[in-house]
């Protein structure tokens, strides 16, 4: 990782409890949060799991840099982005989303899924898809969608289940792309979030 600097991807943790953010003209502050290994980061989960007016800002957003290119549903996971996939499926006229599930339920008749490791949750993770879901990505053209994409693995995961399932993914989007790791090559995001690290910190 390279040294903190002021205003780059990776900053200094030095005690701070925010940070703000703007976002089509609506300004929020996001609580900064630890993850471990002396790593914090801007949380938006209060936003994005509850903001009305944020959740819809985004998806109009995302939504006018997605025309261009045509797809036939959004593939998130679960569960923050929920919300958001919800809100630019409406704007976009697409008459279903799909959901990565965390776990098997019991009412699944036949499931697809692949491990997936994520920055915000402890040890590995598994993301399903359940066969009738599967089924209707078959053959057609996904866009992957997350509220922040960081290190890309939850990213990696959907874009891996899309194609076991049949599907050829199309687009990639994010509200924010967070910290060093991704390229912004190919990925259609809003805006951009550092981490924090008690590097150089002192």
Known sequence: MSHPTPHGPVRPYRGQKHFDVS???????L???????GVWIASDADLILGDTLFIQRSAEMLAGRLR??????????EAKSIP??????????????????????KYMEGFVEV??????TRGGQRL????????????????I???VVSTGGTFDALSRLAVKAGGRVVAKCAIWKEGPWYPSRGLIHIGTLPIFTEADAR
């Open 23 to 29: 976002i089509g003209g609506l300004r929020r502050r």
């Open 128 to 143: 399903v898809l359940p066969a009738n879901d599967a089924r209707l990505v078959s053959g057609k053209r996904v866009c």
């Open 68 to 77: 261009r290119r045509p797809f036939d549903m959004v593939l998130t996971a």
């Open 145 to 147: 969608l997350d509220d």
């Open 31 to 37: 609580a900064i949060v630890k993850m471990g290994g």
């Open 115 to 120: 491990p997936v490791r994520s920055i915000t």
């Open 84 to 105: 958001l996939a919800f809100a630019l499926s409406s704007l976009l006229g697409k008459e279903r989303f799909l959901v990565a599930r965390k776990s098997v339920k």
